[in-house]
C-alpha cells in the first residue's frame, strides 16, 4: 500500500461562532460528499471534529471546513492533527457535551436568509406566508434564549411541540434546519394577531397581517411586534402619518428610521455604496445612517434637515410580508417613549402605547429580552457601529489578552454594560438613558441577565466616577470591589480596545458631559495614556454652563456664556445676536447672576457646548428637541468646498506642567464678524469645523505620540471626523477610530473594562 492509499485520521478544533449556525449539518454533507468517515461534537468552547479516510480528501477537508463554511459562522482559531485511524465507518453528529467553561458565543438574532425568504415567497412551500420561518442560518437567538446551553427547551419556543414535519428536518443532519431550535411552521408554530386600540383581537394569521397593511396604507399607526421588541410604523411617504406618530409619541424632531423591502427598495431611498449594501443586506440587518437620494420616497418630517436617512431592510418574514403587503417604505422606531427601553411583550405594549398605537400586529412567540435595532455607518473605508444591538449583542469585543472577571456598568446616557470573560468583553445591548424608571430596570435586567446566562462572578465592578450617576449608585450597593474609571478617560480606553492597541496615545475625547478628575464638567478634552492610566495633556477653555442640564436643552444659553466671557455684562446688550435676542429680559437677568456669581453655573470645557454655542449665535437652533440637535444642524448646514479656518489658537496653560488650553475666544469673535458681515452660515460652520480639525492637529503635533484615538460622543459628526482624520493624517499620525462599539458613551463599557482591568494587573 502506498501511502497515497493508507487510511489517516485528523482531529480538527475549531472556536468560535460555530453553534447554532448550521455548522454540524454542514460538516456532516461536506464528510458525505469526500466519502470521510468519523464524527463532529459541539464541546463548550466551540466544535471537535475527528474525520477518516484517504490522506488528500482529509487535507480537503480540512480545507474546504474553513473555505466553504456557513457565511454566519465565525471561526476564531483552528487546530488539525493526525492522529490513529479507527476504521469505524460512518460520520455521525455525536451529542453534545456540557463540561468545562462556558465560553461558547451565544449568536445574536440573524435576518432572514435568502433561502427561508424563497421558501416564505412559494406558494409550493409548506411554509408559504408563514411569518416566523428560520433555519440554522438565520432567525431569533439572543432574544429568545431563557438559558445555556442553545438548546429548544431553554427558548421561548419551548412552549411550542415541533409537528412530525418540523421533527424531520430538525433531526436530519442533512437538512438545512438540523437542531435550527427556533424551527417552526404554520402547523405548530407561532402565529399572529391583530388588536384593535383598546387591546381587543379582531383578526388571526393572514387576516391579521392583512389587517395591518390595509390600516398602514391609510395611514395609521400600528406597533408591530418583532424581534426583540415593538416597532410603531407608519407609512414613510405620508407627511401626514408622521406627523400623526410624532405628536403622539412624542417625538417632535429627532429622526425615525425607515425599513424597505429590499436592497432595490433601498436604492431608491438612499445613495449606497458596495460596503454600505453588504451592510444593509448583511445577517445583522442595521439601520443605516445613508446619505438621502434625490428622488426618495420618503417623507422630509422623518429626517427633517437632514441630510441623511436611517434604513434598514425587512429583517424577518414578518417583515418582508408586511413591507410587501404594502408596497411602499414604513418607519420603523422603537415602540416606547422617549428613551424609555423598547416594548417586548402584548401587555406592556398595550399599557405603553396606548393612545399612541391605532392598532397592533402581535404573536405568541415571548421575547426573552429586548433587543433594539442596531445602527451603523459608513465612515473612512469601513462599516462602523453606532448603536450596538440587534445583530451584534451578544457576540463578544475579543481582546488579545485575558482579562479579569469585570463588570462594567457604562455612562448615564444611551448606557450599555459589559462583562469580561477570558478574553472576550461581552458588550450588552444598547439599554438608553438612566432618566426613566423603566431604564433602569432594563438595566438591573440586563446585568442579571448576563452573570445567569455567562455564570460569572465578577471580582470588581467598574464604574463612572459621577457620584450621583444611577449605575454608580447601584455599583456602591453591590458589595464588591469598586474601580470608578474617570469618563473620558473611559472613552480614550474604549478606543484602544476597540482598535486593540496598547498605546500609549492621545486621546481626544469629545463629548457633552462627563465629570472630570477636577470636579468640573468635562467634554473637551487631550488625554495622553493608556489603558492604566492618562494625563490631561489639553482641553477647550472652559466657560459657565448657566443653569446646568437646561443649557443642553437651550444652546442659546452656551452662546451667552461664551459672549460672557468676552464681554462681560456687555454680553446681554448684543441685540444684534439671536441668542441674546430670543431670551426675555427676565432670563437674561437670571442667566447674568448665574454667570457674575458662578450660581447654578458649572464650568465645562466641553466641546459639545461650543457646538451649542456656535450653533446659537448663527442662528440656527436656540431650543433644541434633543441633545445633539444643535451640533447636528451645524454639521448639517456646512458648505463643504469652503476649506479654510478660524484662527483657534493652542495656548501654554498657567504653569509649565498645567495642561495646553486650546482658546476658543478669537474663534467666536470671528464667528461674531462673519455674522455682522452676514455671511452665510454654512461658511460659517464650514470654518468652524476646519478650525477644530486643525487645532486638534496642533496639539497632537505638540505631543509628538504617533497615535491619536478619536473618541466621544462629538465624532459622530461626520464633517468634524474626516476634518479631523485628515490634518492628522498629512501631519503623520496614526488615527484610532471606533469600529465595533460606539464613539459615543454606548462604549463607555468595554473602557471601563479595559481599564480596569490594567489597573488590577498593576496593583497585582
Ligand atoms: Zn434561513
Ligand atoms: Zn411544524
Ligand atoms: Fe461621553
Redesign the pocket.
Known amino acids: 500500500m502506498t501511502e497515497i492509499d493508507s487510511p489517516a485520521r485528523m482531529r480538527i478544533e475549531v472556536r468560535g461562532s460555530v453553534q447554532g449556525v448550521g455548522f454540524r449539518p454542514f460538516a456532516y454533507r461536506l464528510a458525505d460528499e469526500l466519502r470521510l468517515s468519523g464524527w463532529i461534537v459541539n464541546d463548550n468552547r466551540g466544535v471537535a471534529i475527528e474525520v477518516e479516510g484517504e490522506r488528500a480528501r482529509v487535507e480537503e477537508f480540512a480545507l474546504r471546513l474553513a473555505r466553504e463554511k456557513p457565511a454566519i459562522a465565525t471561526i476564531a482559531a483552528m487546530t488539525t492533527a493526525w492522529c490513529p485511524p479507527t476504521g469505524i465507518p460512518g460520520f455521525e453528529i455525536r451529542k453534545s457535551q456540557e463540561t468545562g467553561a462556558k465560553t461558547v458565543p451565544i449568536l445574536p438574532d440573524l435576518a432572514t436568509c435568502p433561502a427561508c425568504l424563497c421558501e416564505v415567497l412559494d406558494p409550493a412551500d409548506r411554509r408559504h406566508r408563514y411569518p416566523f420561518a428560520n433555519c440554522t442560518h438565520c432567525g431569533p437567538r439572543f432574544s429568545i434564549v431563557r438559558a445555556l446551553p442553545y438548546d429548544r427547551p431553554n427558548t421561548t419556543m419551548a412552549r411550542f411541540a ?2 412530525p ?2 421533527r424531520r428536518e430538525y433531526e436530519d443532519p442533512r437538512d438545512r434546519r438540523f437542531h435550527a431550535q427556533p424551527i ?2 404554520a ?3 407561532p402565529s399572529l394577531s391583530y388588536l384593535d386600540a383598546s387591546g381587543k383581537e379582531t383578526a388571526r394569521r393572514d387576516e391579521a397581517l392583512a389587517e395591518a397593511v390595509a390600516r398602514l396604507t391609510r395611514g395609521e399607526v400600528i406597533a408591530v411586534k418583532g424581534i426583540g421588541g415593538f416597532h410603531l410604523m407608519v407609512d414613510a411617504r405620508s407627511g401626514e402619518a408622521v406627523a400623526k406618530l410624532r405628536t403622539r409619541k412624542p417625538r417632535r424632531e429627532k429622526p425615525l428610521a425607515v425599513m424597505a423591502a429590499d436592497l432595490r427598495q433601498a436604492r431608491e431611498l438612499c445613495v449606497l455604496n458596495a460596503q454600505e449594501e453588504a451592510a444593509l443586506a448583511s445577517p445583522e440587518a442595521p439601520i443605516l445612517l445613508a446619505r438621502r437620494g434625490d428622488r426618495c420616497a420618503v417623507h422630509p418630517t422623518v429626517a427633517p434637515s437632514n441630510p441623511y436617512l436611517g434604513v434598514m431592510l425587512a429583517y424577518t418574514p414578518l417583515h418582508h410580508l408586511l413591507l410587501r403587503g404594502c408596497g411602499f417604505p414604513l418607519v420603523a422606531t422603537s415602540g416606547n417613549l422617549a428613551e424609555e427601553p423598547i416594548c417586548t411583550s402584548e401587555d406592556e405594549a398595550v399599557r405603553r402605547l396606548a393612545g399612541i398605537a391605532d392598532g397592533y400586529l402581535i404573536h405568541d412567540r415571548p421575547i426573552a429580552r429586548h433587543v433594539d435595532d442596531s445602527i451603523v455607518w459608513f465612515l473612512d473605508g469601513d462599516v462602523r457601529v453606532l448603536r450596538r444591538a440587534r445583530g451584534f449583542a451578544p457576540r463578544p469585543v475579543s481582546c488579545g489578552h485575558e482579562l479579569p472577571s469585570i463588570l462594567a456598568v457604562g455612562a448615564h446616557l444611551k448606557n450599555a454594560v459589559a462583562l469580561s470573560a477570558g478574553r472576550d468583553v461581552f458588550v450588552s445591548q444598547h439599554i438608553g438613558d438612566m432618566e426613566a424608571v423603566e431604564s433602569t430596570l432594563a438595566f438591573e435586567r440586563v446585568i442579571d441577565d448576563f452573570l445567569r446566562l455567562y455564570e460569572a462572578r465578577p471580582v470588581a465592578i467598574a464604574h463612572d466616577l459621577h457620584p450621583d450617576y444611577f449605575t454608580t449608585r447601584w455599583a456602591r450597593g453591590q458589595g464588591l470591589p469598586l474601580i470608578g474609571v474617570q469618563h473620558h478617560h473611559a472613552h480614550l480606553a474604549s478606543c484602544l480596545a476597540d482598535n486593540d492597541v496598547a498605546g500609549p496615545a492621545l486621546g481626544v475625547t469629545w463629548d457633552g458631559t462627563g465629570l472630570g478628575l477636577d470636579g468640573s464638567v468635562w467634554g473637551g478634552e487631550f488625554l495622553k495614556g493608556e489603558a492604566s492610566s492618562s494625563e490631561r495633556v489639553a482641553h477647550l477653555r472652559t466657560f459657565r454652563l448657566p443653569g446646568g442640564d437646561a443649557a443642553v436643552r437651550e444652546p442659546r444659553r452656551s452662546a451667552v456664556s461664551l459672549l460672557w466671557e468676552l464681554f462681560g455684562d456687555g454680553a446681554f446688550e448684543r441685540e444684534d445676536l439671536e441668542p441674546v435676542r430670543s431670551l426675555s429680559s427676565a432670563d437674561r437677568r437670571v442667566l447674568a447672576v448665574m454667570l457674575d456669581r458662578g450660581v447654578s453655573a458649572p464650568v465645562t470645557s466641553s466641546a459639545g457646548r461650543l457646538f451649542d454655542g456656535v450653533a446659537s449665535l448663527t442662528g440656527l437652533t436656540q431650543v433644541s428637541a434633543f441633545e445633539g440637535q444643535a451640533a447636528m444642524a451645524l454639521e448639517f448646514v456646512a458648505d463643504e468646498s469652503v476649506r479654510d479656518a478660524y484662527p483657534l489658537p493652542v495656548t501654554r496653560g498657567a504653569t509649565d506642567d498645567a495642561p495646553l488650553v486650546v482658546d476658543w475666544r478669537p474663534l467666536v469673535l470671528a464667528v461674531l464678524d462673519d455674522v455682522a458681515r452676514k455671511t452665510p452660515a454654512p461658511s460659517i460652520s464650514a470654518r468652524f469645523h476646519q478650525a477644530l480639525a486643525e487645532a486638534i492637529a496642533a496639539v497632537a503635533r505638540e505631543i509628538g505620540l504617533e497615535h491619536v484615538a478619536l473618541s466621544g460622543g462629538c465624532f459622530q459628526n461626520r464633517l468634524l471626523t474626516a476634518r479631523t482624520v485628515a490634518a492628522l493624517r498629512s501631519a503623520g499620525h496614526h488615527v484610532l477610530l471606533h469600529r465595533r462599539v460606539p464613539p459615543g458613551d454606548g462604549g463607555i463599557a468595554l473602557g471601563q473594562i479595559a481599564a480596569a482591568a490594567a489597573r488590577l494587573k498593576t496593583e497585582l
Request: charged share 0%.
Open positions: 415541533m409537528c414535519a418540523c417552526a411552521c402547523v405548530c408554530g
